[in-house]
């Protein structure tokens, strides 16, 4: 078992950077895989990166590519998502997950509550 809380969200313009960070409790945290999802208003969940459990390889979604990055610190048990030049279609609720990995990400049932990323045109 995992527990995950997620923080970091909030307001932003255009254009603008945030970082969330993902504390992970329980079970050792340098077991999992991490990734980061989103859900925004009236759309399915998607994937927006992941992180293998040393770090050493990381995966984007075509949307974030180049702008997003994901890192994680297996001693603070923290996964972290920098996101730079921000824009209006990343608006949604951002989730972080545990999980293994298998030539990709494979997310476990294990999520987070979730942090609203909210960014204004």
């Known amino acids: 078992q995992v527990q995950l809380v997620e923080s970091g969200g909030g307001l932003v313009q255009a254009g603008g950077s945030l970082r969330l960070s993902c504390a992970a409790s329980?079970?050792?945290?340098?077991?999992?895989?991490m990734g980061w999802f989103r859900q925004a208003p009236g759309k399915e969940r998607e994937f927006v990166a992941a992180?293998?459990?040393?770090?050493?390889?990381?995966y984007y979604a075509d949307s974030v590519k180049g702008r997003f990055t994901i890192s994680r610190d297996n001693a603070k048990s923290t996964v972290f998502l920098q996101m730079n030049s921000l824009k209006p279609e990343d608006t949604a609720v951002y989730s972080c997950?545990?999980?293994?990995?298998?030539?990709?990400?494979?997310?476990?049932?294990?999520w987070g509550q979730g942090t609203q990323v909210t960014v204004s045109s």
């Open positions: 997950n545990a999980g293994g990995w298998d030539a990709g990400y494979v997310p476990y049932d294990y």
């Open positions: 992180i293998s459990r040393s770090g050493a390889s990381t």
């Open positions: 329980g079970r050792t945290f340098s077991s999992y895989a």
